[in-house]
């Protein structure tokens, strides 16, 4: 069943708060997280621990990272002026890629590192990422929150992740480059596109950290409308403490809602306009140039009464979500119209694919609710015949050899990845 989880971040968003939300949620992760952090080479003299922790409204965890005779910050509004580490990205690369660390892990560590490191080299004016040095972030707690985040999204495996609105902080932070203003300006690179907003509250909110972890994530900006089973909720405390407010990060885990529906649900997204100014020839290029847009499943025109009670054409685009802008700018391009209707919707879609018969000839075949198996040729795959007739016999030829087809079993390369990473 797959799993979604769900960032809240009503007091902001750092590593070490995601840390403990997610292992309040899951907290049979909690002893191969922290040995993960270990395996990446934490220096002897170091601590690390989930603690239980409790404000005026709420009960959760903590995640400490501590140097013997130290404690060191590192939620939300931090004083990160102390511990600077000045280690240049190459060298925490490395330290991470030679360590004992599982490589799956590494690799995920270094991703989020990446962004990191390509933020503060923009914000600072650096052309090579390998000697760009983390001032913001203290040396071993920032490497024990990213392995820590690294190890728990790769061990819990969701499918997919979102977070609410970001609140944006407001005031200044300390810093090695002096008073920088809040958000500091690498984790405004690194939210760069998320839904943020501003409750005034002063202080640092979201931290480079937690920023990179989102971007890394790729998170979208809501649970979406499908239906789904909470399944898990955790608490994540930061260290600030803000007047009025939890300083927490709350994890909400979903999974989709059991069905034994023979469909799929999908998202998709539907662009509708009407022409009544562009000579139908021209709008028949124009339309196979928006069949022809990645993620564009397919274009309808109908004849209607528009103003005036002219002739016009609705033009409906049904498009994958990943692919609304550039369809939306497609149907700017190509057409005369100005303004179109755009909404986002749930499709039920059989179980379907696309095969060749032994004969070389594309089928598309579904599975129906009774379990059977349709099969309808690609008109493209008899053109070639001349003549209706013809093209009938090799159409009815491929379908004939499609229903003879075995339907594919089930892919099982999913569950044997499962077992090998556990």
């Known amino acids: 069943m797959a799993l979604h989880i769900h960032f809240d971040p009503v007091g902001g968003m750092a590593g070490d708060m995601a840390i403990a939300a997610l292992l309040d949620a899951f907290p049979q992760h909690e002893a191969g997280m922290l040995a993960a952090i270990r395996a990446a080479g934490l220096p002897e003299g170091w601590h690390v ?19 013997a005779g130290h404690h060191h910050d590192h939620g939300p509004d931090c004083d990160h002026h102390h511990h600077h580490g000045h280690t240049p990205f190459r060298e925490i690369r490395q330290r991470l890629v030679k360590s004992r660390l599982d ?11 990446a962004l990191l490191a390509d933020a503060e080299a923009k914000v600072h004016g650096h052309d090579d990422l390998d000697d760009v040095s983390f001032h913001e972030l203290g040396e071993w707690d920032s490497i024990a929150d990213i392995v820590g985040a690294a190890y728990l999204i790769e061990t819990i495996g969701a499918a997919s992740w979102s ?27 690194l939210l760069r596109g998320f839904a943020t907003f501003a409750d005034e509250l002063k202080g ?44 927490v990060v709350r994890v909400l885990a979903f999974e989709d809602a059991a069905t034994d529906a023979p469909w799929q649900w999908e998202q998709i997204v539907q662009i509708a306009f009407e022409v009544d100014d562009q000579a139908p020839e021209d709008l028949g290029v124009a339309l196979e140039r928006l069949r022809a847009v990645a993620g564009v499943r397919d274009v309808i025109q109908a004849p209607v009464m528009g103003k005036k009670n002219r002739l016009a054409i609705r033009v409906q685009v ?9 369809a939306i700018a497609a149907c700017f391009a190509e057409t005369t119209t100005i303004g179109l209707r755009v909404s986002e919707q749930r499709r039920a879609a059989l179980v379907r694919r696309e095969d060749r018969t032994a004969s070389g000839l ?8 009774d379990g059977s198996v349709t099969a309808k040729a690609e008109s493209d795959a008899t053109q070639d015949a001349d003549g209706a007739g013809a093209r009938e016999v090799l159409r009815r030829k491929a379908e004939d050899e499609a229903r003879g087809m075995p339907w594919p079993p089930e892919d099982k390369s999913d569950e044997s990845d499962k077992k090998d990473k556990a």
């Open 362 to 369: 594309r089928v598309k075949r579904a599975r129906r609710p």
């Open 163 to 189: 977070v609410a609105p970001l609140p944006l902080g407001s005031g200044r932070v300390q810093s090695a480059h002096g008073l920088l203003p809040v958000p500091a300006p690498a984790t405004a690179l």
């Open 204 to 247: 640092e909110r979201v931290t480079p950290t937690g920023a990179a972890i989102l971007k890394h994530l790729g998170c979208a900006a809501g649970v979406g409308p499908a239906p789904r089973r909470l399944v898990g909720t955790g608490i994540g405390f930061g260290t600030k403490v803000f007047a009025g407010i939890s300083n």
């Open 49 to 67: 621990a989930l603690v239980p922790h409790r404000d005026h409204a709420l009960t959760g965890k903590r995640f400490l990272v501590e140097e």
């Open 318 to 326: 049904i498009a994958l979500p990943e692919a609304r802008d550039a």
């Open 103 to 113: 490589a799956a892990v590494a690799r995920r560590a270094v991703a989020i590192f």
